[in-house]
């Protein structure tokens, strides 16, 4: 499995941490401070883990939903 960069593996951390499927909203809440990501800059690492098979996009309503496809367990 290929290793993910930092910053998606962040994303993943807290995708993991909270255990259920998310919006981009919740992702953002749960980031560090500090980091000060774009609701765009998060999208796009949210759309990459997509393409390599970490998430799974669900679409409700006007948000989209974001499901682990990868236990945390299996990637480490």
């Known amino acids: ?3 993910l960069p930092d910053s998606e ?3 993943m951390m807290i995708i993991w941490e909270l255990d259920k499927p998310v919006t981009r909203f ?3 809440e749960k980031m560090d401070n500090d980091r000060n990501l774009s609701p765009t800059t998060i999208l796009s ?3 990459r883990l ?3 098979g970490f998430l799974a996009v669900k679409k409700e309503g ?3 939903i ?3 496809m990868i236990e945390k367990e ?3």
Request: proline fraction near 0%.
């Open 1 to 3: 499995m290929k290793r």
């Open 9 to 11: 593996l962040e994303i």
């Open 45 to 47: 690492f949210l759309s």
């Open 26 to 28: 919740e992702i953002e």
């Open 62 to 64: 006007k948000n989209n």
């Open 50 to 52: 997509q393409e390599k």
């Open 66 to 68: 974001y499901i682990a």
């Open 74 to 76: 299996a990637y480490i």
